[in-house]
């Protein structure tokens, strides 16, 4: 019911819910993930990376959990932690184009931009309409000098922002 409740906008019922169901089952991995992401995106990073962790503990083949926790990490700016919880993510769930892109993002952080490139790749080959993935992908292939390539990748973010009706015409 958390994750209803969340989704329809209704946080403190959320809340409530998940603080149920931990009480009632402290080891359930899944609701100490999702309590952890709600708690994140009201704000409460350190809380949820503390349930992230706990999910992790309690089933370490949840790759949602590796991959908010490798989001909270990167977002308090502990790219170099981030890291890992995001490629075990990837490992974990090689079909999540997220992972892969939120993986890209942290290497570009760090001007790790081969390693960007190779994740931003792994992205589009699993979501090649991800306009993100391509202006990212474009992004670092610039600052490593390969402009053509570049020009190709941001061309088609431009075009998909277009068609999803990003940016006007």
């Given at each position: 019911?958390?994750?209803?409740?969340?989704?329809?906008?209704?946080l403190?019922?959320?809340?409530?819910?998940?603080?149920?169901?931990?009480?009632?089952?402290?080891?359930?991995?899944?609701?100490?993930?999702?309590?952890?992401?709600?708690?994140?995106?009201?704000?409460?990073?350190?809380?949820?990376?503390?349930?992230?962790?706990?999910?992790?503990?309690?089933?370490?083949?949840?790759?949602?959990?590796?991959?908010?926790l490798?989001?909270?990490l990167?977002?308090?700016?502990?790219?170099?932690?981030?890291?890992?919880?995001l490629?075990?993510?990837?490992?974990?769930?090689?079909?999540?184009?997220?992972?892969s892109?939120?993986?890209?993002?942290?290497?570009?952080?760090?001007?790790?931009?081969?390693?960007?490139?190779e994740?931003?790749?792994?992205?589009l080959?699993?979501?090649?309409?991800?306009a993100p993935a391509?202006?990212?992908?474009?992004?670092?292939?610039?600052?490593?000098?390969?402009?053509?390539?570049?020009?190709?990748?941001?061309?088609?973010?431009?075009?998909?922002?277009k068609?999803?009706?990003?940016?006007?015409?």
């Amino acid at each position: 019911l958390g994750n209803l409740h969340a989704r329809q906008g209704k946080l403190e019922t959320a809340r409530q819910h998940f603080g149920e169901a931990l009480r009632l089952y402290p080891n359930y991995a899944d609701a100490h993930s999702n309590y952890g992401q709600l708690l994140a995106e009201q704000g409460d990073i350190e809380s949820g990376i503390e349930h992230f962790r706990k999910a992790i503990e309690l089933n370490p083949a949840l790759s949602r959990a590796h991959l908010n926790l490798g989001v909270a990490l990167a977002k308090q700016g502990r790219l170099e932690e981030a890291i890992w919880p995001l490629q075990q993510a990837v490992r974990l769930s090689p079909d999540s184009a997220d992972a892969s892109y939120y993986l890209g993002s942290v290497f570009a952080a760090q001007n790790r931009y081969s390693e960007a490139a190779e994740s931003f790749k792994q992205a589009l080959q699993i979501q090649p309409d991800s306009a993100p993935a391509h202006q990212s992908l474009a992004q670092v292939l610039a600052l490593q000098g390969k402009k053509e390539q570049a020009t190709e990748h941001c061309q088609q973010a431009l075009r998909l922002m277009k068609q999803t009706g990003n940016i006007p015409n």
